[in-house]
């Protein structure tokens, strides 16, 4: 191969060497220069390509490269997941590389953990390298044309058919690990996470609400969208928000609440801010008339930061009047510290 048929992006250039690997010949390894670094994505554009008796494949093609790296935990996290499909159709888990880092999926592996808690199951992701860049989604599924048949995707590349672990509809577990074994993710989903309103949940995915947020928690999960067909394999959530490090002590997002799994405003989130560890939070719900509806947390431990969610529903998990509602929170700790918020939202229907 052409040396000057092939050039490396920032500075790299021209390799030293471009030799085509037998027997297929449909793979070229380019020797540099320049090392690359690490944590840096870079553009290799090709052109002017030849097959064996001097056709132009084409005229110019890049893709991104980089030095692939370990994922370490949480670098990457599972962000959606399809665990009761339609009878025809198949599970899938989406990945999120939350990290700066490049990582090589042939060096990453998904699982579950049997009935003893012992990890098993342990299937390689990709048997080809394959990079995943920061801030990237990849669709780890069995059939991928279902998914993609199924669903609306805006990036139909970001599949890998890999032979998923069971994931059983009631409830389960599925980890991420790298090629040591470590842990990079792990999440045990229950089918009581989805929207308590949805009459069937055959076909809906779970989204994750935030990608810094837990992943072993019930609050950070919500059903997707109905606007957005019940899933989004490799691309934003529908249901996606981002904790923007709210200052302050207690705030409520949004000031209106619909219930109606549209994917708009479909649950309130409280945050909290606290100077130190260590304070406790009851949260309780009342209507206008002060009637309480809802008991949303008793005693919760808190860090100095974090959230609660509402669904915007009653105590019975039943549909409420539209209105006005007061989120009363309470705050106190062991050093006798206490403060109440009380904090209006409306909730509404949309037409």
């Known amino acids: 191969a052409a040396t000057g048929s092939y050039t490396v992006s920032d500075g790299i250039g021209l390799p030293i060497a471009a030799v085509t690997q037998s027997p297929?010949?449909?793979?070229?390894?380019?020797?540099?220069?320049?090392?690359?670094?690490?944590?840096?994505?870079?553009?290799?554009?090709?052109?002017?390509?030849?097959?064996?008796?001097?056709?132009?494949?084409?005229?110019?093609?890049?893709?991104?490269?980089?030095?692939?790296?370990?994922?370490?935990?949480?670098?990457?996290?599972?962000?959606?997941?399809?665990?009761?499909?339609?009878?025809?159709?198949?599970?899938?888990?989406?990945?999120?590389?939350?990290?700066?880092?490049?990582?090589?999926?042939?060096q990453s592996y998904i699982a579950n953990r049997a009935t003893n808690g012992a990890i098993s199951s342990i299937t390689q992701i990709s048997t080809n390298n394959y990079l995943l860049f920061p801030q990237d989604f990849m669709v780890l599924t069995p059939d991928?044309?279902?998914?993609?048949?199924?669903?609306?995707?805006?990036?139909?590349?970001?599949?890998?058919?890999?032979?998923?672990?069971?994931?059983?509809d009631d409830k389960s577990s599925v980890l991420i690990l790298n090629a040591q074994g470590s842990i990079t993710d792990e999440l045990t989903y229950s089918d009581k996470w989805h929207f308590k309103l949805l009459d069937n949940t055959e076909g809906v995915a779970l989204e994750r609400i935030d990608f810094n947020g837990p992943t072993q928690s019930a609050d950070n999960w919500h059903s997707a969208a109905t606007s957005a067909g019940y899933g989004t394999p490799a691309y934003k959530n529908s249901q996606y928000r981002v904790n923007d490090g709210v200052q302050g002590e207690v705030k409520l997002s949004p000031e209106i609440v619909s219930p109606d799994n549209d994917g708009q405003d479909d649950f309130a989130?409280?945050?909290?801010?606290?100077?130190?560890?260590?304070?406790?939070?009851?949260?309780?719900?009342?209507d206008a008339t002060g009637r309480r509806v809802r008991y949303l947390q008793r005693n919760a431990l808190c860090g100095t930061t974090g959230s609660f969610r509402w669904d915007g529903l009653g105590e019975k998990n039943q549909a409420l009047a539209i209105g006005v509602y007061i989120v009363y929170t309470e705050v106190f700790n062991l050093k006798g510290k206490t403060k109440q918020f009380k904090i209006p939202i409306v909730l509404a229907r949309r037409n």
């Not at 030849?50 to 980089?66: E, F, L, M, P, W």
């Not at 409280?270 to 304070?279: L, M, Q, T």
């Open 144 to 168: 991928p044309a279902f998914v993609k048949a199924t669903y609306i995707t805006q990036n139909t590349d970001a599949f890998i058919t890999t032979n998923l672990p069971s994931l059983n």
């Open 269 to 286: 989130t409280i945050d909290y801010n606290f100077p130190e560890p260590g304070y406790v939070a009851s949260i309780t719900i009342f």
């Open 24 to 106: 297929v010949f449909d793979k070229v390894n380019v020797q540099l220069v320049t090392p690359l670094l690490a944590s840096k994505v870079y553009t290799i554009t090709a052109s002017g390509i030849t097959d064996c008796v001097g056709n132009t494949i084409a005229t110019k093609n890049s893709a991104r490269v980089g030095l692939s790296e370990v994922a370490d935990s949480l670098d990457i996290v599972i962000n959606e997941v399809l665990f009761n499909p339609p009878p025809s159709g198949s599970d899938y888990v989406e990945i999120y590389n939350r990290s700066n880092k490049i990582i090589d999926l042939k």
